[in-house]
């Protein structure tokens, strides 16, 4: 009697599984995230490929550092410098934007500009005399670097919201603090993860260069390739940094349209 | 309800309000007209305060505006502007129910107050709460930012062009609702235009305004009558003034108590101007007039319209 009147809804959530499970299947998003681990896993064993492929390199596959290792620790660099540049530059965003931050605006675009305009290699060799090498010169250029999109994107966002929407939120009586918080922040959100979204993907390929000062990154075995002569090792290097950009703009574009508010 | 008293206002050294002095009874609907950069619009935001007044005062019940919270003046008074400014990711019940969210009505309150709002604005609430801004037309966009104008029950209404982006006939079909809520609500209404017709049809009292200064101030019958300059009479149209006062008077008031004549017939509401326009048709000199039941009533002459159109008949 009870199983009698469970079985249709387990029928239910069968056809549920399997359905998620094909869409799982189908989905770019996952097969590119697999293509990554399976990178991760096959490159160290896959020394017959690139002896095959670079005949003429005694040791053509990178084994310094498990390549998991280097995938974590350039995922966290990412994640941390581009967690200060996000909230630096959606902070200047906001104020540039304010009535009292107008004034402001010009030498905030200029700093900003300035941030990218100096090539992060720049930035580095600048910071390493100061904080020394490792992972803090480039957390500091990687930060720097990844401001200017996002400042743009939230100052883009800002101003596509139309002027008459503030103007008629406020005098219907709404405080300027609710208005920026129910009505800008989610009509400007689209585009600031466009930029937001730009300046992580950029920063994931501008890590890779942070192994010049120490960090260990997926530019390690780039930047030992380079020096070396050992093609194979920077094209295993290159492979990786590229999925892991890839994977992020494909997991932003996934992002992206949740937060679309428009149909 | 609001009272300008020697009101001035500056942007640097351009003066766009000088000596500002008027008066708006409750339950009135003025009409500030002008040309564009009159200063119309300056005087409409100065009453919600988001344009401050350099000199003078400005009472609204009796108290000057700057001693109101401005949050709390704004949500007395309900505001709508030309460009709608609808908020595109709200839904329109949203939209409509964002002043009584404000004023922390309960939820079921709002959502009857919508409902009866939607109703009044003859848009189907089941079919049309739930859309977004961008799936409406312009008209109907423009009947949502009313609405959300009227939900807090305001004391004011204070609209600032609020069909000047419409199509003629969309505009007519807003105006005349404008003119139905204005009736049946009793609400103070202040409208801004820069189309006479528009003021002559809506207003109970319409303002003109140039350079920041008021030229007359009068019922439409006023104005057309009795413009006080050239600029009045240029402004409300030379031309075809004659016209337009006929437009604003009904054959009411100058029928004769006569027996019916042998010619068309014409409804008892109608305006001098369609009257007119039916004699031409008919190439007449009088028509019967009856009431909606097609009673006569009484025998409407050409002489008595031409003859005395600015002063009728008792």
């Not at chain 2, 149209?237 to 337009?244: N, Q, T, V, Y």
Request: overall charge neutral; charged content about 15%; some cysteine.
């Amino acid at each position: 009697m009870c199983l009698a009147r469970l079985r249709p809804h387990m029928r239910n959530l069968t056809a549920f599984t399997v359905r998620g499970a094909r869409a799982m299947l189908l989905d770019p998003l996952v097969w590119a995230a697999a293509l990554l681990l399976l990178l991760v896993w096959f490159l160290p064993v896959s020394g017959g490929v690139f002896h095959a492929l670079f005949p003429a390199l005694e040791r053509p596959v990178y084994l310094q550092e498990p390549f998991s290792e280097l995938l974590w620790q350039h995922i966290s660099l990412v994640a941390l410098s581009s967690l200060v540049a996000v909230a630096v530059g959606t902070l200047a965003g906001v104020g540039v934007t304010r009535t009292w931050g107008q004034s402001l605006a010009p030498m905030v675009d200029a700093l900003a500009a300035l941030g990218q305009t100096f090539p992060p290699v720049a930035v580095l060799a600048v910071a390493v005399p100061v904080v020394g090498f490792g992972e803090w010169p480039a957390l500091i250029a990687l930060a720097l670097y990844g401001v200017l999109p996002v400042l743009q994107g939230t100052v883009a966002g800002l101003r596509s919201v139309p002027a008459s929407v503030r103007q008629v939120a406020l005098g219907m009586g709404m405080s300027p603090g609710r208005a920026l918080w129910q009505l800008e922040v989610p009509l400007a959100l689209p585009v600031w993860l466009a930029g937001v979204r730009s300046s992580v993907v950029i920063n994931i390929g501008t890590a890779a260069i942070a192994s010049t000062v120490g960090a260990k990154t997926l530019g390690s075995p780039i930047i030992v390739g380079l020096s070396g002569f050992n093609t194979a090792y920077i094209l295993q290097g290159a492979l990786l940094v590229a999925a892991l950009a890839v994977i992020t703009d494909m997991a932003f574009e996934r992002l992206a349209r949740r937060v679309a508010w428009q149909a | 309800m609001i009272t300008f008293e020697n009101v001035r206002k500056s942007y640097g050294q351009q003066c766009v309000v000088r000596d500002l002095n008027l008066h708006i009874q409750r339950g009135e609907l003025v009409a500030l007209i002008g040309a564009s950069g009159s200063g119309k619009s300056t005087i409409l935001k100065m009453i919600n305060r988001l344009e401050p007044h350099d000199t003078g005062r400005i009472l609204f019940d009796s108290h000057e505006i700057n001693s109101f919270n401005p949050r709390e003046l704004r949500l007395r008074m309900g505001y709508a502007i030309q460009s709608v400014g609808l908020f595109p990711h709200w839904t329109v019940t949203r939209n409509i129910a964002t002043v009584p969210t404000l004023m922390g009505w309960s939820k079921t309150r709002i959502g009857e107050r919508v409902h009866a709002l939607l109703t009044m604005l003859d848009l189907e609430p089941e079919m049309y709460g739930p859309r977004y801004p961008h799936q409406l037309s312009g008209g109907q966009q423009q009947r949502v930012g009313v609405a959300r104008a009227l939900a807090g029950d305001p004391d004011v209404l204070l609209m600032d062009e609020p069909f000047g982006a419409l199509d003629p006939v969309t505009r007519a079909s807003l105006q005349q609702e404008l003119k139905r809520i204005h009736q049946m609500s009793g609400k103070t209404i202040v409208l801004v235009t820069h189309d006479i017709d528009e003021a002559l049809l809506l207003a109970t009292r319409v303002v003109l305004i140039d350079h920041g200064q008021v030229v007359q101030v009068g019922t439409p019958l006023d104005l057309l009558s009795q413009p006080a300059n050239d600029f009045v009479a240029d402004f409300v149209g030379r031309s075809d003034m004659g016209i337009k006062l006929l437009s604003l008077q009904q054959v009411r008031a100058f029928m004769r108590d006569e027996p019916p004549l042998p010619q068309a017939a014409i409804a008892i509401a109608t305006t001098l101007r369609e009257a007119v326009s039916t004699m031409v048709q008919n190439r007449t000199q009088s028509l019967n007039v009856q009431d909606p039941a097609g009673q006569h009533l009484g025998v409407l002459h050409a002489a008595d319209v031409f003859g005395a159109s600015a002063a009728p008949h008792a």
